[in-house]
């Protein structure tokens, strides 16, 4: 008696599980991120918006090279002094500019992978829900999928858009 209760219990267990397996779907995350990052052109906006830091940063450094070249070919003496005392200068502003470049590049690149982020998973969700499907999962962090399992990927992508 005992061994056809556990027979049935592991029956019930295994149609359930069946039935669960139609409501669950993966997603590869990281291919609609380049894809829909393409299309709303956020690299592309992010360069624009940095191009006249990127570029002063770049006249700097220029400008710091060609000084240190002229300060190898100069004698000691009180023009090189001055010399050496202005590229020390220009070094701390050229480094202090770079880092603050750096770190406002990096916090706007986040702030707009955060939006697709956000967009992405909202068009997840809304196929998921107009399709019945109980669970998502990111392709890229299965091991095994059967080709039972529905990859709704091309749907969210063309809900994304």
């Given at each position: 008696?005992?061994?056809?209760?556990?027979?049935?219990?592991?029956?019930?267990?295994?149609?359930?599980?069946?039935?669960?397996?139609?409501?669950?779907?993966?997603?590869?995350?990281?291919?609609l991120f380049q894809q829909v990052a393409q299309k709303t052109g956020v690299s592309s906006t992010l360069e624009n918006e940095f191009k006249g830091r990127a570029g002063e940063l770049q006249r700097m450094e220029g400008d710091l090279q060609s000084k240190m070249q002229r300060l190898q070919s100069m004698k000691a003496g009180a023009d090189r002094t001055k010399l050496e005392k202005d590229i020390t200068s220009q070094r701390q502003t050229f480094s202090q500019k770079a880092q603050s470049f750096e770190q406002d590049r990096q916090r706007r690149t986040n702030e707009e992978r955060g939006?697709?982020?956000?967009?992405?998973?909202?068009?997840?969700?809304?196929?998921?829900?107009?399709?019945?499907?109980?669970?998502?999962?990111?392709?890229?962090?299965?091991?095994?999928?059967s080709s039972d399992v529905k990859d709704i990927t091309a749907d969210v992508l063309k809900q994304v858009k």
């Open positions: 008696m005992k061994k056809w209760l556990v027979a049935a219990g592991l029956g019930l267990a295994m149609a359930a599980s069946a039935q669960a397996a139609d409501k669950i779907a993966i997603v590869n995350m990281g291919s939006k697709l982020v956000t967009r992405i998973q909202t068009a997840v969700k809304s196929v998921a829900a107009s399709q019945s499907i109980d669970l998502v999962v990111d392709a890229n962090a299965v091991a095994f999928n």
